[in-house]
């Protein structure tokens, strides 16, 4: 079973390109998280949104709770953004049990 | 500095040989989490803790135990390993429960069970 589904599951960039990375989820949700795992493996949270827009930087994260699904934009992409963007959404009771897809592995190409 | 610390971060073990993994966070969060990441698979939730002496299981309980005697620490407990636990793992901890909180990361532990 799939609870959250992530597109593309690999993705090359030029440096300066504009990127987006897909989630789309089953389950009901009170919020969506957006994180991002840099090589040598440590995680850090980019966003938690529970509806529409948030925007950090050249980062931005939408979210459409109608259709499940919600999508993160990097602006003006780097070679520093190179890492893999995983999306996870909190589900059963109360909220507590996390589900995740299996991560979009993003290279930005100077 | 606020941080969630594991330990420890490498350890190769053999079948059958008891482990704990110590997990502990400085923030005085409510919400603990244990996840493991494999790949291909992702990561997937082990257990968790919504506050002191309250634990559930996650997705992929099996073979783990935790325990939440203190607030800042939450071990994670092979009484077994078998080497389908051979896995990257980390902790996980947010102010409150309930998913609407930033969740911060421990570095990860990697272990392998021969």
């Known amino acids: 079973k799939n609870e959250v589904e992530q597109s593309p599951q690999n993705l090359t960039a030029q440096e300066g390109e504009f990127i987006t990375i897909n989630c789309s989820y089953s389950v009901g949700i009170s919020a969506l998280h957006w994180l991002q795992q840099h090589p040598g493996g440590g995680i850090v949270s980019l966003f938690m949104l529970s509806s529409g827009k948030k925007k950090h930087g050249r980062l931005i994260a939408t979210i459409n709770i109608q259709e499940k699904h919600s999508s993160l934009h990097i602006t003006a992409s780097h070679p520093r953004d190179s890492a893999v963007y995983i999306c996870?959404?909190?589900?059963?009771?109360?909220?507590?049990?996390?589900?995740f897809g299996t991560g979009t592995s993003l290279t930005v190409i100077p | 500095e606020a941080q969630v610390t594991q330990n420890p971060r490498y350890l190769i073990t053999v079948t059958g040989k008891k482990l704990t993994v110590t997990c502990s966070q400085n923030?005085?969060?409510?919400?603990m989490s244990w996840y493991r990441q494999d790949p291909g698979l992702g990561l997937r939730q082990i257990y968790y803790s919504m506050n002191v002496e309250v634990t559930d299981k996650g997705d992929v309980p099996e073979g783990y135990k935790v325990s939440r005697k203190e607030k800042r620490n939450f071990p994670l407990i092979l009484e077994s390993p078998s080497p389908n636990q051979t896995s990257l793992y980390f902790c996980?901890?947010?102010?409150?429960?309930?998913?609407?909180?930033?969740?911060?990361f421990g570095p990860g532990t990697r272990l392998t069970v021969l």
């Open positions: 996870a959404v909190p589900s059963g009771w109360a909220g507590n049990q996390f589900y």
């Open positions: 923030m005085n969060h409510e919400y």
């Open positions: 996980a901890s947010s102010q409150v429960w309930g998913g609407t909180d930033e969740q911060f």
